[in-house]
T-cell receptor, first 112, second 114 residues
Framework: NAGVTQTPKFQVLKTGQSMTLQCAQDMNHNSMYWYRQDPGMGLRLIYYSASEGTTDKGEVPNGYNVSRLNKREFSLRLESAAPSQTSVYFC???????????FGQGTRLTVV | AQSVTQPDIHITVSEGASLELRCNYSYGATPYLFWYVQSPGQGLQLLLKYFSGDTLVQGIKGFEAEFKRSQSSFNLRKPSVHWSDAAEYFCAVGELNSGYALNFGKGTSLLVTP
């Protein structure tokens, strides 16, 4: 099925460890996004990539880096995980203002 | 500052009753407006969207929303709620200057009672 695929679905990290969250879409969308969701906070934008080869900071970029590897893939990296990064992470993609934002199923990350 | 406000954190309705979830936004221009639903442990599903034109938009699952520019609102409605509608609902606004990224409200949790 077409859509946005995130891996892994669940992850537990120790403080200071690093990891990369993977995201891939097969809809040929230009724009991709990473959000984090915390209780009572809604979804907040971490980084986005409006097109292949570009990335920009969102509302809460500190502690994260991203790579737009190609048009399909947009990864999110935590270089040194902190407990404050415990959250559910969602990747999304869209073609522009007239297109829907399709969301992946999320990655539940716990940092202990 | 640009913002999206969902005034109700929790709402409880009886099955079969009508529903209205409130959303207010603060943006300079006409925004692109969305409602998403999230079931527990799931991702987000788009219910409906407004870009321009008719201010009353129809979505999936029997939902509709009305854009009211004078009130800066985009409230979600359903005439008769089903138990399966229990979920978290998010209003979102598209930001043109952020690659069309979405700015979300904090969500309204809907509980449906028998």
């Amino acid at each position: 099925n077409a859509g946005v695929t995130q891996t892994p679905k669940f992850q537990v990290l120790k403080t200071g460890q690093s990891m990369t969250l993977q995201c891939a879409q097969d809809m040929n969308h230009n724009s991709m996004y990473w959000y984090r969701q915390d209780p009572g906070m809604g979804l907040r934008l971490i980084y986005y990539s409006a097109s292949e080869g570009t990335t920009d900071k969102g509302e809460v970029p500190n502690g994260y880096n991203v790579s737009r590897l190609n048009k399909r893939e947009f990864s999110l990296r935590l270089e040194s995980a902190a407990p404050s990064q415990t959250s559910v992470y969602f990747c999304a993609s869209s073609e522009g203002d007239r297109e829907l934002a399709f969301f992946g199923q999320g990655t539940r990350l716990t940092v202990v | 500052a640009q913002s999206v406000t969902q005034p109700d954190i929790h709402i409880t309705v009886s099955e079969g009753a009508s529903l209205e979830l409130r959303c207010n936004y603060s943006y300079g221009a006409t925004p692109y407006l969305f409602w998403y639903v999230q079931s527990p442990g799931q991702g987000l599903q788009l219910l409906l969207k407004y870009f321009s034109g008719d201010t009353l938009v129809q979505g999936i699952k029997g939902f509709e929303a009305e854009f009211k520019r004078s009130q800066s609102s985009f409230n979600l409605r359903k005439p008769s709620v089903h138990w399966s509608d229990a979920a978290e609902y998010f209003c979102a606004v598209g930001e043109l200057n952020s690659g069309y990224a979405l700015n979300f409200g904090k969500g309204t949790s809907l509980l449906v009672t028998p």
